[in-house]
Nanobody, 115 residues
């Protein structure tokens, strides 16, 4: 059974940083493009960053220059480094496959940015 467990969220002030982790189990993610998604209250879940098996990344414009996605295949883990956080980054953050159909979503990790 494939499972993703997100961690590293928290409450920070605007301008702060957080590093999110996503540990995968039940599958080796090294050959898959992985994505970080977020869902703000009252809004649909959207992808904010993805990383291919070769390390190529795509970042949405709203977080470009502030967020960095990376992966450690040996640890079967994907990371999201978030800098210069803004109140509009407040959301629950999830990871999942970015191209392959998504597996059941984990609980996510809450990120709250105060002004």
């Amino acid at each position: 059974q494939v499972q993703f467990v997100e961690s590293g969220g928290g409450s920070v002030q605007a301008g702060g940083s957080l590093r999110l982790s996503c540990a995968a189990s039940g599958i080796m993610i090294s050959i898959y493009t992985m994505g970080w998604y977020r869902q703000a209250p009252g809004k649909q879940r959207q992808m904010v960053a993805s990383i291919s098996s070769s390390g190529g990344t795509n970042i949405v414009d709203s977080v470009k220059g502030r967020f960095t996605i990376s992966r450690d295949n040996a640890k079967n883990t994907v990371y999201l480094q978030m800098n210069s956080l803004k109140p509009e980054d407040t959301a629950v953050y999830y990871c999942n496959f970015a191209v392959r159909p998504p597996q059941p979503w984990g609980q996510g990790t809450q990120v709250t940015v105060s002004s």
